[in-house]
């Protein structure tokens, strides 16, 4: 991925993306029944602990989550296959495909309470709208090739430091968008929390504001205009 030019809005717009995969996988792990719709390493993780006996977890809703996201990735492919060539157009169906995925998720959990015991119907919905949500979101920001997968922490963390005089590298001009990636999803994290104490669906209004907001920002933004494809 080369570097952001200066005048890039893309890497800020990413930013907030980000953050908002923290909001997400707040909701999903403190409200969902320890489950991850974003970070899928940590579903597969928790099927693995299941299937040798551990305790706590809900592998239906994991299962619920790795098959929303994959049919999410599937469908935003098959957009950016069919979109990628008109760049603003892309992306601005991908953000509004997932903010109204995060909305519908959003009115299925309205009255909704975070797990304390079993999963009910309505947590597998949210569940798995949410998780298609990300889906989309994953696939477009891996077919832009963008400075920052919104995704992938633990691939940003590693560039990061490949990238710094501690690791043996020379520091580039994304390596600010790095360190900015990493805090945002902390931060995203810690709002999320905040918001469950409201309630689900607020959390999860705001990831859908956040995308839409943020994406929304770059396409009107006259650098993107001049971007290739746009």
Do not use: E
């Given at each position: 991925?080369?570097?952001?030019?200066?005048?890039?809005?893309?890497?800020?717009?990413?930013?907030?993306?980000?953050?908002?995969?923290?909001?997400?996988?707040?909701?999903?792990?403190?409200?969902?029944g320890q489950v991850f719709t974003a970070f899928m390493t940590g579903n597969i993780l928790f099927l693995g602990f299941a299937v040798a006996g551990g305790e706590g977890l809900t592998p239906m809703g994991s299962l619920t989550a790795l098959a929303g996201f994959v049919g999410g990735v599937v469908a935003g492919s098959r957009l950016g296959a069919a979109t990628a060539a008109r760049l603003r157009r892309w992306l601005l169906t991908s953000a509004v495909i997932a903010s109204a995925l995060l909305v519908a998720a959003a009115l299925a959990a309205i009255g909704l309470r975070s797990v304390t015991?079993?999963?009910?119907?309505?947590?597998?919905?949210?569940?798995?709208?949410?998780?298609?949500?990300?889906?989309?979101?994953?696939?477009?920001?891996?077919?832009l090739g963008a400075v920052l997968n919104t995704t992938l922490v633990t691939g940003t963390l590693v560039t990061w430091i490949r990238h710094s005089a501690v690791g043996g590298g020379t520091p580039d001009a994304a390596q600010p968008y790095r360190v900015a990636g990493l805090v945002a999803v902390f931060t995203g994290a810690v709002l999320g929390t905040l918001l469950l104490k409201v309630s689900l669906t607020a959390a999860l209004l705001v990831a859908a504001a956040g995308v839409l907001a943020a994406i929304g920002a770059y396409v009107a933004h006259p650098a993107s205009r001049r971007a290739p494809g746009a």
């Open positions: 991925m080369s570097a952001p030019a200066q005048s890039d809005p893309l890497p800020k717009a990413l930013t907030v993306v980000t953050a908002v995969t923290g909001i997400v996988d707040a909701v999903a792990f403190l409200g969902l015991g079993h999963l009910v119907a309505r947590h597998y919905v949210v569940i798995a709208l949410t998780a298609l949500a990300i889906g989309v979101r994953s696939a477009t920001m891996w077919r």
